[in-house]
């Protein structure tokens, strides 16, 4: 089982590695996606087996050893929550590459990159949702915003390419390293790296002083990555991605890494004030704020990135407001609350279906027509039947309309932000009235945006002129992906409970294990509730938004009332701007080109962080008492190489400087001699002998030292900086060794010849204890001659004739 699971997770990982073949060798026959699609169906048929064992309330943990010294193992756990994060990743993976082997031009497309890109995603996404080590998790977190860089800038020659993937990595890593802090803060707190070992041990948790700042950094990874506000720029700019790319990772996969994160960390967090506003609060602002622009983007993609902007705020504010439950505890009406977290994980699915085939969708009109501009789009229903249905299926059920999926969970929002306003605790008695309305305003730009998306496309007039080809429904190879998903919205509306079963209560159960031990989550979908607050809510959701889509042009100049200078991404370019030119004029001042400026920063560095260091932890304390005496000689020879190495500065000519350098090298081997180690006064030797002579040859060619004319103030920052580093290396030396932290190996190695067989323990040293060090130098220095050689030997043939000359 452990051998087989992790193999699961690798495996698109290791095919990745032979797409760049299949390319070379079948791609002018065979397009490389057919090869490629086996990978995420085999995934999918896999993970699908465990649902009957998950359904019953099992887990199940495998472990393969990683770096066990510091107990950081790959070690995967499957429970309800991971199990559904791991069907989306395989199952929407699974149509998303069967719709690229049509949309992706296997003649004009670099398919060997895509596909490669796509499996390592598809790879870090796995590993991520079945980590339960942190480390390891992190390293999976890390390595989806890398392949997601690579999967945004495709097609790279685009300017918007790179932009969007520069500004998806710079934000996502930010909140990447964020997080690691956090993690990192947490593993103090419950000196474990496990999440499941964290999960079972969660009493003493919050009284830690840590426990805030964990929650707030690990939060700015989970918002950074499903783009939370005010981290959402970078999702509207991911778009010039291919469609197929926007259709898995924006839709179905990546953005929902903060998602799962952020229930995952629920029962660690869940219960804190500070968990339940920062994940509720940041969580329907960004419902709020992904609704209200989506309705003034006229492109297609940039209107679905704002409602999947929208979308994933209502899925974390749900998160947050269901945290409630773990508050109130087991007996305490605590699956009133529970039913948010329910809802969260439902409406997760639904978006995973409506989402993913309103992607499919618009890339299918750009890919008919042309473009994706609103403006140039109409009367596309009767030209394209197949694709208006589907577009009718996915924004209907985005806007919450019967009999459709997002109905249903929609529904169940509105009944979680309904209770919430009742609830005691946390201050919300204050301001809980605002969540229920501001989640029905948010709703009602949902209806808007979701109306634009279908009868701005599909109604009114063609405008063929605008257009430049003759339009038709796409092939069937496009639609199949589609139509799977659109199928899946009205499934899942009719038969929602099959769901509940087999996925969502057990996932349920994960978010809250302590509520589910005691038995108080089983939770039923019903599209029927009788006349209750939530079926008026979505009435008038229904009415005032037809209203104002009616009405659309009357007030959609209010849209530009708003400044631009203010705007989020202007925010950003700017600031990008700024650090980019302080950045020059600071690069500018100090890469003066002049290898004794960048000495002194060096060692001024140096001395300011060794010396303060020492200074501010008492570092300066070192006692003699245990020091051998000093005779004559060592101190007539230590005087004598003080006198040479101050005669190396002041030398006029290379000769007499060069001669004094070899002069304090022979010095050093005399200590060596007064030390009893004749070997290393031998080498000292032999080496000062060959340099000396290697620096004659060179130096005799180079012509004169000039006398350099230089002020006083030159010499007197030469003088501070060297006098303080000699000072302060000196101390550092003095303290070492009268403060010893351990004790000292040497006893070790007076075993030598027990040890390595070896008479001289010098020479048992450099070869036996460090043969491997020694193994390197030498392998460093065969490299270089390498390199020297090639260098040598492809030089060019004119350059070659020259020399002859």
Known sequence: ??????????????????????????????????????????????????????????????????????????????????????LLISGIGSLVILYSIFYMSKHREALHNFYVYLLLFMGAMLGLVFSDNIVVLYVFWETTSVSSFLLIAYWYEREKSRYGAQKSMLITIFGGLAMLAGFIMLSMITDTYSIREMVSNTADIPSHSLFVPAMVLILIGAFTKSAQFPFSIWLPDAMEAPTPISAYLHSATMVKAGIYLVARLTPIFGGAAEWFWLVSGVGIITLLYGSVNAVRQTDLKALLAYSTISQLGLIMSLLGLGSASLYYGVGNDSSVYAVAIFAAIFHLVNHSTFKGCLFMVVGIIDHETGTRDIRRLGGLMHLMPISFTLTVIGSFAMAGLPPFNGFLSKEMFFTAVLNVSNMSVFNADAIGMAIPVIAWIASVFTFVYSMILVFKTFRGKNKPEKLGRDVHEAPIGMLISPLILGSLVIVIFFFPNVLSHYLLNPALHAVLPTLAEAGELNVKISAWHGWNPELFMTFGVIGLGALLYIYLKKWYRIYHLYPDNFTLNNMYNLGLEKMESSSKLITEGYMTGFIRDYLVYIFSFIILVVGGAMWLFDGFSFDPSSDAPANFFELGLMFVMIVTAITVMFSKTRLTAIVAVGALGFLVSFFFVLFRAPDLALTQLVVETVTTALFLLCFYHLPQMKKEISRVRFKAVNAFISIGVGVLVTIVALAANGNRLFETISSFYENSYELAGAKNIVNAILVDFRGFDTMLEILVLTVAGLGVYTLIKLRPRRDRNEGAE
Do not use: C, E
């Open 1 to 86: 089982m452990s051998f087989w699971f992790h193999i699961m997770i690798l495996i698109p990982f290791l095919f990745a590695i032979a797409v760049p073949y299949i390319y070379k060798q079948l791609t002018p026959r065979i397009h490389t996606g057919w090869f490629v699609l086996f990978i995420p169906l085999l995934i999918f048929a896999y993970l699908f087996a465990f649902i009957p064992q998950i359904s019953k309330g099992n887990t199940i943990t495998a472990t393969v050893p990683w770096i066990p010294a510091y107990n950081i193992n790959f070690t995967t756990h499957i429970d309800g929550l991971s199990l559904i994060f791991g």
